[in-house]
């Protein structure tokens, strides 16, 4: 925990999995969470359409899913972390949005297991 999903239009020249690592290194550096239990991953989206559909409309949308119990502040903190880290893909040729949406998973509700190999 937690759950990291990045989705970024097609438009940008993004290397997704060092965005990726930068993005969990943002969450390490918060304190919240310990090494080892940060999943995170990238959706490249072809199929997208950003107000009138123009070419030169692009965004990044971080949706970071926690198990509830954090404060608000926490969460605005989390928040705005993982918005700055984008902050070098905003040199695109593109108008580029980078938003971010921190989500509540209900703890009591969330199923997990660990297989180790043997």
Request: aromatic share 4%; with cysteine.
């Amino acid at each position: 925990m937690p759950h990291l999903l990045m989705e970024y239009t097609d438009n940008l020249d993004i290397d997704a999995k060092n965005t990726l690592r930068a993005l969990n290194q943002t969450l390490l550096n918060s304190g919240e969470f310990s090494a080892g239990h940060i999943k995170s991953r990238a959706l490249c989206l072809h199929d997208y359409c950003v107000d009138k559909g123009e070419e030169g409309d692009a965004f990044v949308h971080l949706t970071l899913s926690l198990l509830s119990g954090r404060s608000i502040a926490t969460k605005t903190v989390l928040a705005e972390a993982l918005r700055a880290t984008l902050e070098p893909l905003a040199h695109a040729d593109v108008r580029l949005q980078m938003t971010v949406d921190v989500r509540d998973m209900q703890r009591e509700c969330y199923a997990k297991a660990v297989r180790l190999p043997e």
